[in-house]
């Protein structure tokens, strides 16, 4: 599925997925045709580091390197196989689209976590579990 999703720049009605499990879980249940993707940098990124010695805390910025893209990139592929899902190719910023008069100032993505949390219950915890949870609340989302 990951290949077959165009690649194509982004524009008003698409909304860019955050780079974890869930939200490329969500957009792997979305499907094909409510995805797309474009080349995507790291350049001018930051991570936020916290250091503490002798009782005092530090924290600072710096660049976001090669070894913090593996660390994403395999945090994400882990969730995702957790749930039998490919990973994704790395290298792209993810698109999902947004629903035909969805209202502005609002974001289809915390529609669709705030529907699906509604629906997972307490021992469903499990990425495959929360797949079949997202796949059926997104069976209905674009047909609003």
């Known amino acids: ?5 165009p690649v194509q720049a982004p524009e008003q009605g698409w909304e ?4 974890d499990g869930w939200f490329a ?4 249940a979305c499907g094909v045709s409510n995805m797309r993707r474009f ?6 990124k930051t991570v936020r580091v916290t250091c503490i010695e002798n009782g005092t805390e530090r924290t600072y910025l710096e660049p976001f390197g090669a070894e913090d893209r593996a660390n ?17 190719p790395s290298g792209f910023d993810w698109y999902l ?5 969805w209202p502005n100032g609002s974001s289809p993505l ?15 915890t499990r990425p495959n579990q929360i797949l079949e949870i997202m796949e059926s609340v997104v069976g209905g989302f674009y047909l609003r």
């Not at 599925?1 to 999703?5: A, G, Y």
């Not at 689209?97 to 008069?101: D, F, I, M, Q």
């Not at 915390?110 to 469903?124: K, P, T, V």
């Open 97 to 101: 689209r947004v629903p035909n008069s």
């Open 72 to 88: 994403v990139d395999e945090s994400v592929n882990g969730y995702l196989a957790d749930a039998g899902i490919p990973p994704p």
């Open 25 to 28: 879980m969500i957009g792997w």
């Open 110 to 124: 915390d529609a669709l976590s705030s529907r699906i949390l509604g629906r997972q219950q307490a021992n469903e």
């Open 39 to 44: 080349p995507g940098s790291d350049e001018g």
């Open 16 to 19: 860019l997925l955050p780079e």
């Open 1 to 5: 599925m990951w290949n077959d999703v």
